[in-house]
């Protein structure tokens, strides 16, 4: 009888088996969405904690063809007022925070590794958190035990919940995140993580791709 009771055990894992490839599909299908975009623009507001500290990253990201870049972020995390203004369009770049400007860096990625990792963390780790920046995404922050969850409404949206982690191999650390999906556009509407030291949700008020944007929003501004 023990093949017998080694086959309910097979039958019984089939369905959640099934549900994580389907959870995983379904996030693979919008990670690669965001990766391929010929343009992104994302509108979002990032609520972190990491121990005992509370602060908000907020903004817009444009990024379009050509690593053209402009990211208009405000933190309490940013010196001088809090505000930083960055713009690059392939040949020349731009900082501003407070009324400081830079023309050097140390700058955010461009262009296909900035939606590579504003799709993989989300925007404002994608932005400002220049540890990932040089990182082999794929490589070093493979993606694990997939887990389908329910259909719900943000808003007027309906949208399908996707758990998983993300181990980083680079300090061993492994993350819990979810990842809120639109079922009509396969885009995130939300995000949320939780680390060893930190947690944090992100919501998107706009997030699109493959729109056309205005070549004046990668201006660099004169001296």
């Given at each position: 009888m023990r093949w017998l009771a080694l086959l309910v055990l097979i039958l019984a894992a089939l369905p959640a088996r099934a549900q994580e490839g389907d959870a995983e599909k379904l996030y693979r299908a919008m990670e690669n969405k965001i990766r391929a975009a010929k343009s992104l623009v994302v509108e979002?507001?990032?609520?972190?904690?990491?121990?005992?500290?509370?602060?908000t990253i907020k903004g817009t990201i444009h990024i379009a063809a050509g690593n053209k870049t402009r990211l208009d972020l405000e933190s309490e995390?940013?010196?001088?007022?809090?505000?930083?203004?960055?713009?690059?369009?392939?040949?020349?770049?731009?900082?501003k925070v407070g009324n400081i400007v830079f023309y050097e860096g140390p700058f955010p990625p461009e262009g296909e590794v900035l939606l590579a990792l504003i799709?993989?963390?989300?925007?404002?780790?994608?932005a400002m958190e220049q540890r990932i920046a040089t990182a082999d995404v794929d490589k070093d922050f493979p993606l694990k035990n997939f887990k389908l969850g329910v259909?719900?409404?943000?808003?007027?949206?309906?949208?399908q919940?996707?758990?998983?982690?993300?181990?980083?191999?680079?300090?061993?650390?492994?993350?819990?995140?979810t990842v809120w999906i639109d079922t009509k556009t396969q885009l995130p509407l939300k995000r949320a993580e939780t680390g060893?030291?930190?947690?944090?949700?992100?919501?998107?008020?706009?997030?699109?791709?493959?729109?056309?944007?205005?070549?004046?929003?990668f201006d660099i501004p004169p001296k």
């Open positions: 979002f507001n990032s609520q972190h904690t990491v121990d005992d500290e509370k602060f995390l940013i010196e001088l007022g809090g505000k930083n203004l960055i713009v690059t369009n392939g040949k020349s770049k731009y900082a799709a993989r963390f989300g925007a404002a780790n994608g259909k719900e409404m943000v808003g007027k949206r309906e949208v919940v996707v758990q998983f982690q993300i181990q980083n191999k680079i300090i061993g650390d492994l993350t819990e995140m060893v030291r930190q947690r944090s949700t992100e919501t998107y008020a706009v997030f699109t791709v493959d729109s056309k944007l205005d070549g004046k929003l």
